[in-house]
């Protein structure tokens, strides 16, 4: 790695960003993901709208695109175990929600019936960049149970033992590889509306 980019990871590495769940569902199918790229993306109390960033090979992310519906959920510190189950491995191979009680009233995107809070989305916007997809969705339902600080990725990792994190490691160099090519490509064909100078 370049002097910047070391840099740029030790600059990363300082901040502890909340995990989010991220689920979703068409008719036969659903799913979910831990995320740190969930952000607010909009000024106006009024229009609260959020912007989800997924690789673009993660089964929820499928999921997203079929739906247009997600539903975001923060964790509480004592669910480090719900975390895990939806980052250890793809939904591709199983499904993560078989053994989590959901508050099942939304049809295409599962509500974890125990979380921190959770935001209900309606995609109205999708990009593709090779390395990400990134989705803006306004919020239709939004609840708050807990008072607490949510579950942060810092807690989170430092109780995983060795061979989650090597899984974990495992999983995020997986994704660089089948991406890297994907960004090129993007790169080169970026569309006029996207491009800046
Ligand atoms: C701390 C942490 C943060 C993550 N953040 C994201 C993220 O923002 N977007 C994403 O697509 N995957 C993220 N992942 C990876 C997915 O959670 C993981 O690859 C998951 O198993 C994909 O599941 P799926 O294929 O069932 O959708 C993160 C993983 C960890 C451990």
Redesign the pocket.
């Known amino acids: 790695m370049t002097g910047a980019a070391n840099k740029a990871e030790e600059i990363f590495r300082s901040l502890d960003?909340e995990?989010?769940v991220?689920t979703s569902a068409t008719q036969n199918d659903r799913?979910?993901?831990?995320?740190?790229?969930?952000s607010q993306a909009s000024l106006n109390p009024q229009k609260p709208v959020i912007l989800?960033?997924?690789?673009p090979?993660?089964?929820?992310?499928?999921?997203v695109r079929e739906s247009g519906k997600l539903a975001v959920h923060l964790l509480d510190t004592d669910q480090a175990d719900v975390?895990w189950n939806?980052?250890?491995?793809?939904?591709?191979?199983r499904d993560?929600l078989a053994n989590i009680d959901l508050s099942s009233h939304t049809a295409y995107a599962p509500i974890l019936a125990r979380c921190h809070s959770f935001l209900l989305g309606r995609v109205f916007a999708c990009v593709e960049t090779g390395e990400?997809?990134y989705f803006w969705a306004d919020i239709l339902e939004a609840e708050k149970f807990s008072q607490s600080a949510p579950l942060c990725?810092r807690q989170?990792?430092q109780g995983c033992d060795d061979e989650q994190i090597r899984t974990?490691k495992a999983?995020?160099q997986g994704?660089i590889a089948l991406q890297t090519k994907l960004e090129e490509e993007f790169r080169e064909s970026i569309p006029e509306w996207l491009r800046l100078h």
């Open positions: 960003r995990l989010w991220v799913g979910g993901l831990l995320a740190t790229w969930v989800v960033g997924l690789a090979n993660h089964h929820t992310t499928r999921l975390a939806f980052c250890r491995d793809s939904g591709k191979q993560k990400r997809s990725e989170f990792l974990l999983d995020k994704d």
